[in-house]
Structures are given as structure tokens and as C-alpha cells.
């Protein structure tokens, strides 16, 4: 199965391909005033350097958002006219799934070590959506789903692998009263995932995401006061090749398309009105 | 563009898609003049509590019915896509979150079906609205398109060279026409609702001042009219009086389209041609009609103002000017950008 996917829903751009879960190609740039202007030709690039061409495409993939609204339209508007002309599905993802795939492989070797002594392993993808406001949800991990689990992705390494579940609701909060509510998620160290009857007891929970970009600091003293949280700051940009393994499993898991829309955290009241 | 013309032998089917505001439109014209579908979906309904088009819910409504409304083009045509020869699209002016929209689209039909994309001016595809309807115009015309978002008179000469005489240093008329809408509470969008009010009022029931008449030169500006209403009818409550409202509508009416309609007759006298072109929202005013047919038949000139259809932003515009572009060889690569403003 091969997989194109465009995130232009951040200050960068890119365009990845992939065959399954195997990359083949991916194309960046850092222009956000110019994802318009640079959105086909970097398309174009990353079917060339994978030896494909649009119409070897099985699954398309695009990032819906939160985001930048302008720039996730722009990615969103050429993937759905190119899934409905070239006949193929396209699944829009959610901004936080890709930052939970992205955090997840960048701390495989932790999240490992992790669960091999049975400690629980949450990925909690933090964005920075404006207005003071953070974004962030929960994600387990499992070496083990049920049958027809909406599971969002499989990851692992040497032969061991785990798959990635969301947990809950995505909540939005103010900034200054993010230490107080995780503080009280994780009260006696336990985590409770608000509306879902999970709780982990001393859990590793990992924050990733932009708002290392915005709110490093608030993070950092989070997880220095609280040894319940890991703040990994490398992961402030979602990856596209990220995107391709979210569609992936989309696929895989047989989900249903449905009609490309970006996702906005808050509803929209003009003028203050 | 005549010698153009006259070349093309083979039926040319060109795919219009235009978002540069608060319409989402497409349409699929045959040889720039026959128009076989034109679809327009509208947001006036989302935009009337608000006045006026807030842009970011512009932008969110053009992405989610983007697709329907190309695909509802084509089947409405008839054709499919391995008929058509080309795209083309607006992508300056406009909103820029609305323009992507368009544009995005444009680039992934153009890559996928491997055609032409053709980027096309919103205010040059208004003149192209009467070409439409009339292809055998030729190049030597005023050219006046008036909107809510323009106001402005152009010289086209008979190579077809446009050059821009004359523009609103403020409101243009549309917005003229809004803003006196809302403050009368009357609704939106201003423009038909006035012209509707105006048929039962007295157009000489104030005498307002008809702004830049003899300012020497071509440009327009309508913001002092709507202060001059404002000022007057908070002076004098009466004429907010709801048996006074449609002859306060027909005077402020008569101001504006006399300006327009005689700085556009003193710019043919000018330039020295017998055709004049209006075009844009305001262009299906039917006072303004009345008066340019009027004043066109005293001064021997010939006046071309499209049908009601093709006044408001439409499509099927955008798909006549791509068809000249393509005629012409000049298309666009995938690289190009959107453009809030532009000269012609």
C-alpha cells in the first residue's frame, strides 16, 4: 500500500511517501508564508524520490489541525480534490495523533524499558493553540489490542511491538492552569484520564508537542516538580512521514473515510459578539 | 485577442473555479461563451447576522464544500473531466484564506488531470462577464466594475491592454450600500434590499451630495454619502421614519448611480470609444441599469451589463477569461501564489 500525506498545518511543510510503514521519501521546507507556493513542487519531489506517481497512490493522508488554520487549509484542499479525483481514500489526522506517534518513536527505547518492568507508558501531546489556551490528550500503549480496538498506530522494535490507543477526550485549558490540573490528574500518583474509567498507577507519562516551543519553561517545571512527567522538547513539529503510518493503520483497520474538514479547538465568534 | 478568435477551430472546454470572497463557485464554459454549468454556493445566510463576510468563516465554509461544488459543475455539464482542457482560477484579489481554497484545488486538478492551470484576476474575469454574453465585442471600451469590494473604471484599448483610470479612494459602492443597510437595520446584503426600497420612494426627498462629480479626474468615493446620511438622519429623526426609509433609500440611491453613471459617460467621451462595459455585484442594481441605458442612448453609446447571474461573483467569468489564456498559450505554473490586492 502506498501512502502520501501533507502537513501544512505548521510554520513547515511537508510531503511524505511511504510504502506500509516503511518510508520512501519525505520533503520539507520552513517558508510558512509560501506553503501555497511550495506545496505541488514539494509533492511532486517526494513521488519523484520515492520512483512513484500520483496515480500510484493507494491512501492519502493530510493533517486537519489544530493548526495554523490558513496553512491546514491549504493541505486539506489539495489532498481532498486529489483523493476524490485519483479515486482513493484520504483520512484527515488529528495534529495530536501525529505528536503521539512522533513522541512515541522518538522515546522507543524508554517506553521499552518501561513496559518490560510494567510500568505504565502515557504520551501526552501538548499544542499551544493561542489565546493562552493549551491542547493536549492522553495516549496508552499496549503490546496486545482486542479485535476491532480503534487503535491508532503499531510501533515497536526488535520484534516487540505496541500499539497506540487514545485515551479520553482532547482537553483544552488555560495555560496557568495547566500545572494545577495535571497535578490533580496525578494526585497520589495515580493518573485519571477525565471521562474514561482508566487510571494508571505510577505511570511514566511523556509531554511532547509545540507547546515546548511556547511554554518550555511551564513544562519543564512541571516535570522537575512532578517526577510523574517527561518532557521531551524535540518534538515541537509534527512529522509527515508520521502522518503516513497514522493512515496506515486507518486503512489497515478498514476505517471509513470521511469528508476532509480542519479541526478548530474552539468555536469561532466574530467580533467578540 | 480578435485575431485570437479567430484561430480556434476545436471546441475548448475550460473548468472556472473562483473563492476569492464568500461564494464558492465553479463552472464549465464551452469556447468562452457557452456557459454549460455555473454553480454558486452562497453564504450570504451565514454572513447576514454579521453585516458583512467575516473572512475566517469564508475560508472554513469554501474547504468544506470545495469539492461538492466542482463536482456538481461537472455533472451538470456533462462533461467529464477528460473533456476539459484547462483550469483556471482567481487567485488575486480576494481574501486570502478564501483564494487558497480555490487555488489549492486549482493545482491538484491541474496536476492529477495533467491540464493547464490558468491564474486569473477577479476584477479582470467581471469585464470578461460580458464577453460571455458577447464575444464578438472588440478591444476600445470603458470598463466599470462595481461591487462590494470595487469601485473602478478601466480604458481598455483595441489590443486589449487594460489600464485602470479611476478607483474609490474609500468605501466602494457595495460597501456603501451595506453599511447604510445595517445602520438603518434593513439587513444584508445592502444592495438589493435598498434597490428594492427605492422603487416605492421619492429619490428627491433629500438632495445628497454626489461625491468627487467634478473632482477633475476618475476616482470615486462614497464614504462621505454614507456619513452625509448618517449625519442627517441622527439630526433630523424623522427621516428614519419607517414611511420616510424607502425615499431616504431612493435618494441616497439616486446620488451613487448618478455619480457612476456620469463619470463613467464623461470617461467614454475621453477616451473616445462608443462601448462601455459594467460589470460586479452592483451592476444588477436595476436603477443603475435604467440610468446607464438612459444616459447611453442620449450619448450615442453602447452599454453592455451582464444578466443578473453573471453581476455577482460567478464562475462560469473566471472559466471565459481562462479560455482567452488558453487561446493564447499563457497558463501558469504550479508555484503560483494568492494575492490579497493586484493591479489589473
Not at chain 1, 131 to 155: C, H, P
Not at chain 1, 177 to 201: E, F, H, M, Q, W
Not at chain 2, 126 to 131: E, F, Q, T
Not at chain 2, 190 to 208: E, Q, V
Request: glycine fraction near 8%; charge should be positive; proline fraction near 3%.
Amino acid at each position: 500500500m502506498n501512502i502520501l500525506s501533507i502537513d501544512s498545518s505548521t510554520g513547515r511543510l511537508s510531503v511524505a511517501v511511504n510504502q506500509n510503514e516503511k518510508l520512501l521519501s519525505e520533503t520539507s521546507d520552513y517558508n510558512s508564508m509560501k506553503h501555497m507556493v511550495n506545496i505541488m513542487s514539494l509533492l511532486g519531489q517526494a513521488l519523484s524520490r520515492a520512483r512513484l506517481t500520483i496515480k500510484d497512490i493507494d491512501v492519502f493522508g493530510v493533517n486537519v489541525g489544530p493548526g495554523d488554520f490558513t496553512g491546514t487549509r491549504i493541505g486539506v484542499s489539495v489532498i481532498k480534490i486529489l483523493s476524490w479525483l485519483e479515486g482513493k481514500p484520504a483520512f484527515g489526522i488529528d495534529s495530536l495523533d501525529i505528536f503521539a506517534l512522533g513522541i512515541s518513536y522518538r522515546n522507543i527505547s524508554f517506553i521499552t524499558r518501561c513496559l518490560k518492568k510494567n510500568i505504565p507508558v502515557l504520551i501526552m501531546p501538548c499544542l499551544d493553540v493561542r489565546k493562552g489556551e493549551v491542547y493536549f490528550a492522553f495516549y496508552n500503549l499496549t503490546s496486545e489490542v482486542d479485535r476491532g480496538s480503534k487503535y491508532l498506530a503499531r510501533i515497536g522494535t526488535g520484534g516487540r511491538h505496541y500499539f497506540i490507543n487514545k485515551e479520553g477526550k482532547n482537553i483544552l485549558v488555560r495555560n496557568c492552569d495547566l500545572k494545577d490540573l495535571l497535578n490533580g490528574l496525578t494526585a497520589n500518583g495515580v493518573l485519571k484520564i477525565p471521562d474514561c474509567g482508566s487510571g494508571y498507577r505510577n505511570p511514566e507519562i511523556l509531554i511532547g508537542g509545540n507547546c515546548c516551543i511556547n511554554y518550555g519553561k511551564m513544562l519543564s517545571d512541571i516535570a522537575r516538580q512532578n517526577k510523574i512527567f517527561n518532557l521531551d522538547k524535540k518534538t515541537a513539529y509534527p512529522i509527515a512521514r508520521h502522518l503516513n503510518i497514522c493512515a496506515y493503520f486507518n486503512a489497515v483497520r478498514k476505517v471509513k473515510a470521511k469528508n476532509l474538514i480542519p479541526v478548530y479547538v474552539r468555536k469561532l465568534v466574530p467580533f467578540g459578539s | 485577442m480578435d485575431a485570437i478568435r479567430e484561430k480556434s477551430k476545436k471546441e475548448i472546454y475550460i473548468l472556472g473555479i473562483e473563492t476569492s470572497c464568500d461564494d464558492t463557485c465553479a463552472s464549465v464554459v464551452k469556447n468562452g461563451s457557452v456557459i454549460l454549468s455555473n454553480v454558486v454556493s452562497s453564504q450570504n445566510e451565514i454572513h447576514r447576522k454579521y453585516g458583512g463576510v467575516v473572512p475566517e468563516i469564508a475560508s472554513r465554509k469554501h474547504i468544506e464544500v470545495i469539492d461538492i461544488v466542482i463536482n456538481e459543475a461537472l455533472e451538470r455539464s456533462g462533461i467529464n473531466f477528460d473533456k476539459i482542457d484547462a483550469v483556471s482560477v482567481t487567485n488575486r484579489p480576494g481574501l486570502i484564506g478564501s483564494l487558497l481554497v480555490g487555488v489549492g484545488a486549482a493545482k491538484a486538478i491541474s496536476y492529477s488531470k495533467n491540464i493547464p492551470l490558468v491564474a486569473v484576476n477577479h476584477l479582470k474575469a467581471h469585464i470578461y462577464s460580458n464577453i460571455l454574453k458577447n464575444p464578438d465585442i472588440k478591444g476600445g471600451f470603458i470598463g466599470l466594475i462595481v461591487s462590494g469590494g470595487h469601485s473602478s473604471l478601466y480604458f481598455v484599448d483595441s489590443d486589449w491592454n487594460i489600464k485602470e483610470i479611476g478607483h474609490t479612494v474609500d468605501d466602494a459602492a457595495g460597501e456603501a450600500y451595506d453599511k447604510i443597510a445595517r445602520y438603518l437595520s434593513l439587513g444584508y446584503p445592502g444592495g438589493p434590499i435598498i434597490d428594492r426600497l427605492s422603487k416605492r420612494g421619492d429619490p428627491y426627498y433629500i438632495d445628497f451630495p454626489k461625491p468627487m462629480m467634478d473632482s477633475g479626474d476618475f476616482n470615486f468615493s462614497f464614504s462621505g454619502l454614507k456619513t452625509s446620511l448618517i449625519y442627517r438622519t441622527k439630526k433630523y429623526k424623522k427621516l428614519t421614519a419607517g414611511k420616510n426609509i424607502p425615499s431616504l433609500a431612493a435618494s441616497f440611491q439616486k446620488s451613487i448611480v448618478e455619480v457612476l453613471t456620469e463619470k463613467t459617460i464623461k470617461a467614454a467621451g475621453k477616451f473616445g470609444v462608443k462601448n462601455i462595459l459594467i460589470s460586479g455585484g452592483v451592476a444588477a442594481n436595476s436603477k443603475l441599469r435604467e440610468e446607464f441605458l438612459r444616459k447611453g442612448r442620449e450619448n450615442n453609446i453602447k452599454i453592455f451589463i451582464p444578466p443578473l447571474y453573471l453581476c455577482m461573483d460567478n464562475a462560469a467569468m473566471v472559466a471565459c477569461l481562462g479560455y482567452y489564456r488558453y487561446l493564447e498559450g499563457r497558463f501558469d505554473d504550479l508555484e503560483v501564489d494568492v494575492y490579497s490586492r493586484s493591479d489589473i
